[in-house]
């Protein structure tokens, strides 16, 4: 019982002479615990990110043999990429491959009002969905059918927190909900609210057959997103391969019908129709197409933050060790006593090992207060809804304590073992101090710590410069001050009657009535020949969009040659305006009054062509994110409700706001309005590079201030090794300023040398972010050079804090000690 109580005691012993110790050091200590601490915090936050991102979608069950079909079309010199594809495609797979288990749709149905008691509630989490929805995907239910739930015309399925916004209960299968004042459905389930992790969060789902359009058999129009479920997620290629055929098959005729060609002269002259597969899980990280059901992330910045992470834990790593070595190096005489009064090397080393792994234990433990503690306001900032909760904390503890004893054995290993193997005479005699001026590897540290540093100090300025271009740059209209109303449709027929009101209004310059404007993600494409031979050659798919009169005075853009349309010109109908890009690719020498052709019908001859006289040209506006580059855009003269867009000038909006919402009361009073700005659509296009430039500024900082913590520590350590020197030195009568620029110089040509290494390498992989987008900046010089200045100052501030409280000290103390 004695030899089992002995260990035990002896590991009490080394946690109370550790404790011991700590304390007697506070301020290392303090700063020990808090530099890694910090950075296990953040590392932390980082992994909850990035493991959130990467679980996108995996909450189905059969997620692994989930694929959503794709579509790639080019025609001509025109190309564009589909998350959508034709209507029949679903029923199709299952009926021509046994190896499709099932096939699902959804459609995004926009923006939607559901009343509640008198008021209509805007809803834009709507969609009409396949019977075969809950097959698919895991989408639990909580009340209902789900095999039957989505079959008969008009149901609808609502998620729990819907069922309880608008009955207050989640039994509600078999009531009713009026959509848009003109639809009544039944609620036929309710089902668990979607995961937070899905590409898709709706929060109704609207029976496909209640959509007539959906039973359409065209195979040369893509409006459906269209998932399929495969026996195997082996037999993905041989679908993928198999497409060609099966569209040559379906969609041959009404391509000659349309295109006056096969499918194989369709490809043979360089244009494409094409389907692919993308799984399930990689749809969020990899897939940014037309069509997509929400905005997704990038793999590139789950990249950029896992290595963010690493960086960070390898500089609060590096910094622990470092500041372990500094003060274990002054303990150079209580190792030599302890060995003479028969201390064991075993346990020296023990000793040592103990006291680094009781400080890693603590600091992570903060870690884990200080992640907890953040979390909101990184949730806030991300836009996420990260937790730590039972799940995550299956893989956090065991991880954060893998981290603590590699950690803590790795740092305390190297005082441990090469102060305890020196003879009790050789520490005595001062030889400990002559073994530790080989300072070859912290220098690297330092070099290294202080080269992540200016790499992420020039990148925040990169970032930071690039999303201020953004902000800033010429667009090609004027989107401040302009109030959207988006629902607009909702006034039907008296639409033009409330756009004519607002006109009337003071402070109002102008309005234009159309859903499609640059900010909006409603867009719509069509097929326009530059000539009347009809060629595939001359064909153009460029945007076309229907808009009125004012449209180009609203937005403030600007005609580069020709003109607007007019109101007093009813030829105008038949007219068009283009922007340049367009002109560009139609390549007329003047494009003023020349003639392109559309089809309106499924025939495809001159007979059945729409001709257009190009009445101007437009200068060319962004209608799309700045990572892409200015496309075709067609502007027809027409009727479209989509929404209303005011340009307003008055120092009292609110007062403005009211009368719009009067005017609106006026012509409809059951309906609610449903307004946003411009500049606020802008801004959400973006959102994720500025989110990511303001996490990207916060793990900058931090990672400065733990490099600098290392810094500190190694300039405490080389001001301990050199007391001696400092006190001859003083004695004979050097300065202050003379001592702490000996102490600094040192310092200051290691972080040289990281301006040297990171100034490119920074330079190298922002130039490669900056290559998605179209419009982008260049770096300049000065951005290279404000990086060093910042690592210099911030290096020189830490250094000359321990190098000027060294040389101030008394030499009679530091001479006498030695």
């Known amino acids: 019982m004695t ?98 288990e099932n096939a699902t749709r959804l459609k995004n149905a926009g923006t939607s009002h559901v009343k509640k008691g008198a008021l209509n509630i805007s809803e834009n989490h709507v969609a009409f969905a396949d019977p075969s929805l809950f097959s698919v995907f895991t989408l639990p239910m909580i009340n209902g059918n789900p095999a039957s739930a989505l079959v008969e015309p008009n149901s609808v399925v609502i998620t729990e927190t819907t069922a309880k916004k608008y009955f207050n209960s989640t039994n509600v299968v078999g009531k009713t909900l009026l959509f848009n004042d003109n639809t009544l459905c039944k609620v036929t389930g309710v089902i668990k609210d979607v995961p937070h992790t899905s ?110 992470a690493v960086f960070i834990l390898l500089i609060a790593c590096i910094n622990f060790m470092n500041l372990s070595t500094a003060r274990s190096a002054n303990r150079a005489r209580e190792v030599g006593v302890r060995k003479v009064l028969g201390s064991a090397r075993k346990h020296l080393v023990a000793q040592f090992l103990t006291e680094s792994v009781l400080v890693t234990v603590i600091s992570t433990v903060l870690a884990f207060v200080i992640a907890l503690f953040l979390l909101p306001l990184f949730n806030q900032l991300s836009g996420k809804e990260l937790a730590i909760n039972s799940t995550s904390m299956v893989w956090i503890v065991p991880s954060l304590i893998g981290i603590a004893l590699f950690v803590g054995v790795l740092s305390g290993s190297y005082p441990a073992f090469y102060l305890s193997a020196f003879q009790p005479v050789d520490v005595l005699k001062g030889k400990l101090a002559r073994g530790f001026k080989g300072g070859g590897l912290r220098s690297f540290f330092v070099v290294f710590q202080f080269s992540i540093s200016i790499v992420l100090i020039i990148g925040t300025l990169v970032i930071y410069n690039q999303l201020n271009y953004i902000q800033t740059k010429n667009l090609g209209y004027n989107r401040s001050q302009v109030l959207i109303v988006k629902n607009v449709f909702e006034l039907n027929n008296k639409a033009k009657l409330f756009k004519q009101k607002v006109k009337e209004l003071p402070g109002v310059i102008n309005a234009t009535m159309t859903g499609f404007l640059p900010t909006s993600g409603f867009k719509s494409t069509a097929i326009y020949y530059k000539d009347a031979s009809l060629s595939e050659k001359t064909s153009m798919f460029p945007q076309s969009w229907q808009v009125d009169a004012d449209y180009v005075p609203t937005l403030n853009m600007k005609m580069a040659t020709g003109r607007n349309f007019s109101k007093d010109m009813l030829t105008d109908s038949d007219g068009v305006v283009i922007n340049q890009a367009a002109a560009k690719f139609l390549g007329f020498k003047d494009p003023l009054n020349s003639i392109i052709y559309r089809s309106v019908s499924s025939q495809h001859d001159l007979a059945h062509m729409k001709q257009y006289r190009i009445l101007g040209v437009v200068k060319d506006f962004n209608f799309n994110s700045l990572h892409e580059s200015v496309s075709p855009v ?33 012509v409809n009073p059951n309906v609610q309005i449903n307004y946003t700005f411009m500049d606020q659509d802008f801004d959400a296009i973006y959102r994720t590079e500025q989110r990511t430039g303001q996490i990207f500024i916060i793990f900058t900082a931090l990672a400065i201030v733990i490099a600098c913590l290392g810094l500190f520590g190694l300039a405490a350590y080389a001001a301990e090794q050199r007391t001696k020197e400092i006190g001859i030195r003083k004695v004979l009568g050097a300065s202050v300023s003379a001592i702490a620029g000996m102490l600094s ?72 000690n030695e």
């Open 3 to 100: 030899q089992f109580n002995e260990p035990r005691e002896m590991i009490r012993n080394y946690i109370k002479t550790a404790y011991r110790g700590l304390r007697k050091n506070r301020g290392f200590t303090t700063i020990n615990i808090l530099g890694l601490a910090l950075g296990l915090a953040t590392c932390l936050l980082i992994i909850l990110y990035v493991a959130d991102e990467l679980s996108y979608d995996r909450y189905n069950d059969k997620a692994g043999r989930i694929y959503r079909v794709n579509e790639d079309l080019k025609l001509g010199d025109n190309s564009v990429k589909y998350a959508v594809c034709m209507a029949p495609l679903a029923k199709t797979l299952i009926a021509e491959y046994p190896f499709v």
């Open 199 to 308: 590409h898709f969060n709706f929060d109704f789902f609207i029976s496909m057959s209640s959509f007539p359009d959906s039973r359409s058999t065209e195979w040369l129009r893509s409006d459906y997103n269209t998932y399929v479920l495969l026996r195997d997620k082996s037999y993905a290629k041989q679908l993928e391969s198999s497409f060609p055929a099966l569209l040559e098959k379906f969609s041959g005729a009404q391509m000659k019908a349309q295109l006056n060609m096969s499918y194989a002269d369709f490809e043979k002259q360089g244009s494409f129709f094409r389907l692919n597969l993308i799984p399930l899980t990689d749809i969020h990280l990899k897939s940014s197409l037309s069509g997509e059901l929400a905005a997704n992330g990038t793999t590139q910045y789950v990249y950029i933050f896992l290595l963010i």
């Open 634 to 666: 067609i502007l027809t003269l027409g009727d479209d409700n989509g929404a209303l867009s005011i340009r307003v000038n008055t120092n009292n909006l609110s007062a403005l706001m009211t009368q719009i919402n009067a005017a609106w009361k006026d």
């Open 745 to 816: 110089k040192d310092f200051i040509k290691l972080v040289g040398i990281s301006i040297l290494i990171a100034s490119p390498l920074a330079w190298y992989f922002m130039n490669k972010w900056l290559e998605g987008f179209a419009y982008r900046i260049n770096i300049q010089w000065w951005v290279l050079v404000l990086a060093g200045v910042a690592a210099l100052l911030i290096a020189v501030i830490t250094v000359s804090f321990q190098s000027i409280k060294a040389a101030v000290a008394n030499p009679a103390d530091s001479l006498k």
